[in-house]
């Protein structure tokens, strides 16, 4: 039974009216605009724009400023957005080994080509609260070093040399599109890393843990973590080849994993791969555990029903959005749903009630 | 930007080199230059966006990484020639600029615009990338061995 109301109109007007009023705040406090949002917040700017899967610094700052804060909310608004654009074409993959490197560590050889580079890490601060920063103040600008264009080659290339790494073989095919087509069981690797690196930061660092911990456990070192900006590149059809139409900052993870070898595959060194949208070092590293977690079939391992195994539970519960759509619809109205609730569990009283009087005369 | 790009074909370079100009820079510098000549639309400035793609494990085969904005546009100058722009971002007057530059490139104020436009562009972008290398090398670590054991 479906049953029009009406009557919730002006307290929806209002409601909004007192949201816009809440998210400005006390008005004697200065207005935050969007460029320091994307400038002074760029970590959740970025956040946003990898689950939001739409890399575009200013929407994104927009977004967070709209959802007063909450980033799930924020991720929501990008979502909606992207889907109001045409799409013009699919980039050609980007070069990572061509990236211009803010930050490039390596957690299984100290001395490699192109060095141990730090960038702007929290890493080694003391998670002390800095109070200079509640007063104004000018930031020193931070110390430069002359440097020569380094040639700065992935970890795993060493490795492959000796042959104790498997190889992750190039290939052309077309990747299929979880924004076109639904996402489809069994899902092949290209599907599961498009899942991943738009799925929820927590959820995934999550079940990341849970590989760590011993469910699913795969040993991994991060072989490589680089951030920095990577040159993309599109065919354009009235040209006739392709040009530089800009630029997207990236976080890379390879991890480089034991493998005592399978009935298929040799004892060697097996990978995970993590690529997120800006500087998304937790998510990305994140994102290489469950990979690799979730490659255990074509690498012959044993399935130890562990969840971040499991590709269907992963990756139907890894999207915040599908996610909270679902979690948040059920406190709209239900009412007659639980109309037609309440009438069976009184029938059902009723029917308990009877049988007991009957009982009891007999 | 690739330098390779440059060698192999100027065109590909300089629309490369527009598409990553800061906002604003190139209309600056090309209004500086140069009056702007007639023009008519082919595609009016259009807002859309590009999927970005990765490899798995860096090398192996391509995936879905997630959209970028982009702004798109195309025009011919009253003499014939034919600019197109594809630039990051939502800047329609951005995109016009860089359509304008890559038609009138094609003309015989090719050579101006080189010194006057692209030239100070491409000096500008270089800059910028160095400025942040060279923060970035100053983070690098320089392992020094404290003790060794064996003694």
């Known amino acids: ?362 | 930007m690739k330098d390779t790009l440059i060698e192999n074909n100027p065109r590909q370079a300089w629309m490369s080199l527009l598409a990553v100009a800061p906002e604003g820079r190139v209309a600056t510098l090309l209004d500086a230059a140069q009056e702007r000549p007639a023009f008519t639309w082919l595609r009016a400035p259009e807002i859309g966006s590009t999927m970005v793609r990765g490899r798995a494990g860096a090398t192996g085969a391509p995936f879905n990484l997630g959209e970028m904005t982009v702004t798109r546009c195309a025009l011919t100058l009253s003499t014939g020639e034919v600019g197109h722009a594809y630039i990051q971002g939502r800047r329609k007057v951005d995109a016009e600029a860089a359509a304008l530059m890559d038609a009138m490139m094609q003309t015989t104020l090719a050579a101006r615009l080189r010194t006057a436009v692209l030239a100070p562009l491409e000096t500008e972008v270089k800059h910028a990338k160095s400025t942040r290398a060279a923060k970035a090398a100053a983070t690098k670590v320089d392992f020094f061995t404290m003790a060794r054991g064996e003694d």
């Open chain 1, 1 to 362: 039974m479906y049953v029009a109301v009406k009557g919730g109109e002006r307290a929806i007007e209002n409601a909004h009216a007192w949201l816009a009023e809440e998210r400005r705040g006390d008005t004697d406090i200065a207005e935050l605009s969007i460029a320091q949002i994307r400038e002074q917040l760029s970590l959740a700017v970025n956040r946003v724009m990898a689950e939001g899967s739409l890399y575009d610094p200013d929407l994104a700052a927009l977004a967070i400023k709209q959802a007063r804060g909450d980033l799930i909310e924020a991720i929501f608004l990008i979502r909606a957005y992207r889907t109001t654009l045409p799409r013009f074409g699919a980039s050609e993959p980007v070069d990572t080994g061509a990236m211009a490197c803010d930050r490039r560590i390596s957690a299984t050889f100290k001395d490699l080509p192109g060095g141990q580079v730090l960038g702007p890490t929290f890493d080694y601060t003391h998670r002390l609260l800095d109070f200079k920063l509640a007063a104004d103040g000018d930031v020193p600008e931070a110390p430069s070093r002359e440097t020569a264009a380094d040639c700065v080659p992935h970890v795993t290339g060493f490795l492959n040399r000796e042959g104790l790494i498997e190889e992750a073989p190039y290939d052309d095919a077309p990747p299929p599109d979880l924004t076109r087509e639904p996402l489809e069981m069994p899902a092949e690797r290209a599907l599961r890393l498009q899942a991943l690196t738009r799925a929820d930061e927590g959820f995934t660092l999550g079940l990341a843990y849970s590989t760590q911990r011993g469910y699913a456990r795969n040993h991994a070192f991060v072989g490589e973590l680089r951030i920095g900006a990577v040159p993309v590149e599109m065919d354009i059809p009235e040209l006739g080849f392709a040009v530089e139409i800009g630029e997207v900052t990236l976080t890379e993870c390879e991890t480089v994993n034991q493998f005592k070898g399978s009935k298929t595959e040799p004892p060697q060194f097996t990978r995970g791969y993590g690529l997120v949208f800006g500087q998304t070092e937790r998510k990305a590293i994140s994102m290489a555990l469950v990979d690799r977690a979730l490659r255990w079939e074509e690498l012959g391992e044993d399935n130890v029903g562990a969840p971040a195994q499991d590709a269907e539970f992963v990756l139907y519960h890894a999207d915040n959005i599908q996610a909270t759509g679902f979690l948040e619809h059920i406190k709209l109205p239900h009412y007659v749903d639980f109309q037609s609730e309440l009438e069976l569990v009184r029938k059902l009283r009723r029917e308990a009630g009877a049988q007991q009087v009957q009982e009891a005369a007999e």
